[in-house]
């Protein structure tokens, strides 16, 4: 039994592995869709003003996804890559298929959060109806009743404050309000899904390598991004420990410390600038042992299809 249940967690861990990104981004927009609900609950208050209404409603839309947006761009690694491959080599070894992969890959984890908003602010329509009440023609109204203070009137609708005459045109201006909003919602949805396909289909068109090409090298990627975050902390952690002891004379460590660190002997006490500058995890060209990783993996391609391996 236990051996099952091993088993069972060991599966599930590889399939979530397998799954990370696709799991990352959905956790990102369950916790923008929270974080849009509690906003609506708890902060969001239409100032029921002409001129007011539009700017308070369109910016409680876009002033929190362009907030998510900058902010996904900021947290992502890549992003400092590009800078860091820009800085040191002017961006001379970025190809275009790199670029794009990269530009892809930081732009498509940092619009799930202002998408979401956007869309689930769409959707409930509440900030919509707010920026753009005041703009109803009351004359496609139904007998409503003339007055001097049309936009006033208008813009009160969103908070229910409004005038006993005027009071039944409240949801019917609320209705098609939250119709256009909705609608444009929608919209939005179907035309982010079909771009991303578009680019997803013109990620593989434009791509050198097979399917099985492309899930090997993205799995060299993040195994080789693993060993050498593993290796950069022990490395660190040696050095630092090297430094301690020439001050002290001693360096106090744990027993499992001491035995990492004592198969760390030989090792590179500095690495050159150089070689660091090397190493900005941008470009896909890499050269190992005189051979880029893309001739290496057209050559398996050759070679599977003439079966001469």
Same mark, same amino acid.
């Given at each position: 039994m236990a051996a099952l249940i091993s088993e069972n967690f060991k599966f599930v861990a590889i399939f979530f592995k397998s799954k990370d990104v696709m799991i990352f981004n959905g956790l990102i927009g369950l916790?923008? &869709?929270a974080s849009q609900t509690v906003y609506n609950i708890f902060a969001f208050h239409c /100032?029921? #003003? /002409? =001129? =007011?209404?539009?700017?308070?409603g369109l910016a409680a839309i876009g002033v929190p996804a362009l907030a998510f947006f900058i902010i996904g761009v900021m947290l992502n690694q890549n992003t400092w890559d590009v800078v860091s491959e820009c800085r040191t080599r002017k961006?001379? =070894?970025?190809? &275009? #298929?790199?670029a794009f992969a990269l530009l892809g890959s930081i732009l498509g984890r940092a619009v799930v959060a202002p998408i979401t908003w956007s869309v689930i602010s769409l959707l409930r329509g509440e900030a919509y109806v707010c920026a753009f009440s005041e703009f109803i023609d009351p004359s496609s109204l139904d007998h409503f009743p003339p007055t001097t203070k049309t936009p006033e009137i208008m813009a009160l609708f969103p908070c229910k404050d409004v005038p006993a005459p005027f009071m039944n045109y409240s949801r019917v201006i609320q209705r098609q309000l939250k119709y256009e909003s909705q609608l444009l919602g929608w919209l939005l949805v179907g035309i982010i899904s079909l771009a991303v396909f578009l680019l997803l289909c013109l990620k593989h068109c434009c791509s050198t390598l097979g399917y +099985? +090409? *492309? %899930?090997y090298w993205s799995q060299y990627r993040s195994s080789e991004q693993t060993l050498f975050q593993r290796t950069a902390? &022990?490395? %660190? =952690?040696y050095l630092? %420990? *090297?430094?301690v002891k020439s001050f002290f004379g001693f360096v106090a460590l744990e027993d499992q410390e001491k035995q990492l660190l004592a198969d760390c002997k030989g090792i590179k006490s500095v690495i050159p600038r150089k070689e660091w500058n090397r190493v900005t995890g941008v470009y896909m060209y890499r050269e190992t042992n005189d051979t880029p990783i893309y001739s290496r993996l057209n050559k398996w391609d050759m070679c599977t299809k003439e079966n001469n391996c």
């Open positions: 916790g923008t &869709v /100032p029921c #003003s /002409p =001129k =007011k209404n539009y700017l308070y961006c001379r =070894k970025l190809s &275009v #298929s790199a +099985q +090409q *492309e %899930a902390d &022990v490395h %660190a =952690k630092a %420990a *090297e430094c």
